[in-house]
């Protein structure tokens, strides 16, 4: 006991020492170097109270499309950078390892991204079913509206028709989606009367027309990430394996992920601005909490604290075991990104975001992020599989439907890959909720039923996305120390080789030039 007293005054001590020695400069410092942090924090603040102080005024829906325009330019800026740093950065990512060290990184990062968004769905389900926020009656809610039927079959095989798209251009403003036509079939049936009187036996032909609901192939407008994920990493290994000749167009997409990462230093000054209006015009925005029934409010507090027990619990946690690292210092580094993603609500606009804080506060290695992010920014959303999971159970107890073993196993396996195929966009799991639903045959109108409080959960679950994918990308970096610094190696070799190589290449092509002169000039002399 005494032992613990002493290292506890020794530990006081040197606290008091530090606090005392810390002068101006270093105030200044501190500040300077957190400048973005503090800025982006303070313009959260300042927004939900800018957003509460304004809701008295009962704006109409022009004036609060005008007041949010500062935090729409900051979307659009964002947005327009998401697509060429995702294939540059892909593609040096993966030209900068070979196809050994590439196929040992991306097997580790879909074994992280498989194991947390099993747990993030076991998590959801447990949370649901202990808390069961979907008691009482159906009428608490208010009018619904129809929901577009979506077959889970052709979900599906559109996530896989999306992984390659036909044309790389259109990829980079549409995906492919099934859309159901009708179709008038007729069908001609014989009708033998011999059944009915055996006597005389006739045959009467009867034609019967129905109509039949077809798949047909469609377009939505939005970035296949997807699909240009696969291209850019295919791309990025043939690269990688061509040596010399792939340099050039290696040095292309190098100085093109630099540039775009330089226009991001620059956006990241505007940022605090846009997302202060961006979360005070969705506050004054909102419908009036009071009218929100108690079930809808239940179900809220069990979707925040699923993605809290996700967020501040298990992904610390793996991240500790595996690295033996403090987490926490670890995610104050990511608090920019982090606060970009709640105030954007989208993990693929916070993606430039993100590069900067784990290369530039967290040190990430540059071969890491660039393989990691786009990729977990695509298909490695733990947030959004966790809330699809919980609010299918929500809707089940809402229209007191009891959910058996299997059906609970159906509901985790497809919300994990509904999650794979949710676009890193504003509202997008609801897209997929459908598949969820359809799976257990739960009616797919209900979601309706949370759409009022969609805009607030979709906000936490991109940021719960954001912080696993970062995460993500500190194990797979610390796993992965090995391969990277004997790839640092072979590149010193390969430098040098390469210079010993061109080096008397130079010297006999000058002697040979000078010996030439040298012969030209005797010959002249003659």
Not at 1 to 10: A, D, G, L, N, T
Not at 325 to 336: D, E, H, K, R, V
């Amino acid at each position: 006991m005494q032992r613990f007293r002493e290292s506890i005054h020794i530990r006081t001590m040197k606290a008091k020492r530090k606090v005392e020695e810390i002068s101006k400069e270093d105030v200044q410092a501190f500040l300077k170097k957190n400048a973005f942090v503090l800025f982006t924090v303070g313009a959260v603040v300042v927004g939900i109270v800018l957003g509460f102080a304004l809701r008295p005024y009962k704006m109409t829906f022009r004036e609060v499309k005008y007041f949010s325009f500062p935090g729409e330019l900051l979307m659009r800026m964002l947005q327009m950078l998401v697509l060429p740093l995702l294939i540059s950065s892909l593609i040096t990512g993966m030209a900068a390892l070979d196809s050994k060290a590439s196929g040992k990184m991306g097997m580790r990062a879909v074994i992280y991204y498989m194991t947390t968004t099993f747990i993030a769905v076991f998590i959801g389900i447990l949370v649901v079913l202990v808390i069961h926020p979907g008691k009482g009656s159906k009428e608490e809610f208010g009018k619904q509206q129809t929901i577009e039927q979506v077959s889970p079959a052709d979900a599906f095989l559109d996530l896989i028709r999306n992984m390659f798209p036909p044309n790389l251009v259109q990829a980079c403003t549409q995906q492919f989606k099934t859309k159901y036509g009708k179709r008038v079939v007729h069908i001609t049936v014989t009708v033998n009367d011999t059944f009915f009187n055996s006597t005389n036996g006739t045959q009467e032909v009867m034609e019967i027309t129905r109509e039949e609901r077809i798949p047909v192939p469609g377009q939505v407008n939005g970035v296949n990430a997807l699909g240009l994920v696969v291209f850019s990493m295919c791309f990025g290994l043939i690269i990688g394996s061509m040596k010399e000749q792939g340099q050039l167009l290696r040095d292309f997409f190098d100085s093109l992920n630099e540039a775009i990462m330089r226009l991001v230093a620059i956006i990241m000054w505007y940022a605090p601005i846009g997302i202060l209006f961006l979360i005070a015009g969705k506050i004054v925005e909102m419908d009036d909490l009071t009218q929100m029934g108690g079930q809808l409010g239940m179900y809220t507090i069990t979707v925040i604290i699923g993605l809290s027990i996700h967020a501040f619990i298990i992904l610390p946690t793996l991240y500790f075991a595996i690295t033996r690292q403090n987490p926490f210092i670890f995610i104050a580094g990511l608090l920019q990104a982090l606060i970009t993603a709640l105030g954007t609500s989208s993990s693929s606009a916070t993606l430039p975001v993100t590069f900067k804080c784990l290369e530039e506060n967290n040190k990430i290695d540059k071969r890491i992020t660039r393989f990691i992010l786009p990729v977990g920014a695509t298909i490695n959303m733990d947030g959004t599989a966790l809330y699809e999971a919980l609010a299918a159970i929500f809707i089940a107890q809402v229209n007191n439907m009891e959910m058996n073993f299997g059906q609970i196993i159906t509901i985790s396996i497809t919300a994990t890959a509904a999650s794979i195929g949710a676009a890193g966009i504003p509202q997008a799991g609801l897209v997929t909720m459908v598949i969820v639903l359809t799976s257990v045959g739960l009616p797919t109108d209900d979601i309706t039923l949370i759409i009022a409080v969609d805009w607030f959960l979709d906000r936490l679950r991109t940021t719960t996305n954001v912080l696993g994918d970062s995460i993500g990308a500190g194990i797979v970096e610390f796993l992965s120390r090995h391969e990277l610094r004997s790839k640092d190696v072979e590149m010193g070799n390969s430098v040098l080789e390469e210079k010993e190589r061109k080096k008397p290449y130079k010297l006999i092509s000058q002697d040979s030039d000078f010996e030439n002169d040298k012969r030209a000039h005797t010959e002249s002399h003659m």
